[in-house]
């Protein structure tokens, strides 16, 4: 299984940027993980024959993919940039029946739902399999060790269960045999 990850942030570093690199950290064994890193090369989707490179190499990771994991800041209003790549997927309907994750984390309850509500609306208008779920993280609390690794029991039972969405044979046990 290959799933393609894709951070709404350009600011490497950033919160969503290092929760996305610690929730492939959090993927079975043999799942295979790319971080897709073009989203600041995405124009503004406009309908013609020309598609730009940056869309072409975003649409070659999708459809070899088997999913997609996103995460989104806890923003009302996706990043332009985000939404751009989503236009350009929807219209070449590569998202088209595709199993995406997104999780979204915001320091409060209502940040995290506004965008995970526009980043759905989004993504099934592209005719995408949605799932996912809303963090609420506590500013304050540390969330990373030095590797990258999740530190909380809690958020890395809540991204697992993200995970478990997309990949669910390789996660869950294997059925006992009578």
């Given at each position: 299984m290959k799933i393609i990850g894709i951070a709404a942030s350009l600011h490497a570093g950033s919160f969503i940027n290092r929760l996305l690199e610690a929730a492939g950290g959090e993927l079975p064994e043999g799942v295979?993980?790319?971080v897709w890193q073009g989203l600041g090369e995405i124009p503004p989707y406009t309908a013609g024959p020309?598609?730009?490179?940056?869309?072409r190499e975003l649409s070659r990771l999708v459809a070899s993919?088997?999913?997609?994991?996103?995460?989104?800041?806890?923003?009302?209003l996706l990043p332009?940039?985000?939404?751009?790549a989503l236009d350009w997927?929807?219209?070449l309907g590569?998202?088209?029946?595709k199993h995406v994750a997104a999780m979204s984390a915001s320091a409060r309850a209502c940040g995290a739902m506004w965008a995970q509500a526009e980043l759905y609306k989004q993504l099934q208008g592209a005719?995408?399999?949605v799932m996912g779920a809303e963090l609420v993280i506590s500013p304050v609390w540390p969330h990373f060790d030095e590797d990258g690794h999740l530190t909380s029991p809690d958020l890395r039972a809540q991204v697992r269960a993200v995970i478990g969405q997309l990949c669910p044979a390789q996660v869950l046990e294997p059925a006992l045999s009578l």
């Open positions: 295979d993980f790319e020309a598609v730009p490179a940056s869309v993919s088997d999913a997609v994991l996103v995460t989104a800041p806890e923003h009302s332009a940039e985000l939404t751009y997927m929807a219209a590569e998202l088209s029946g005719g995408a399999v």
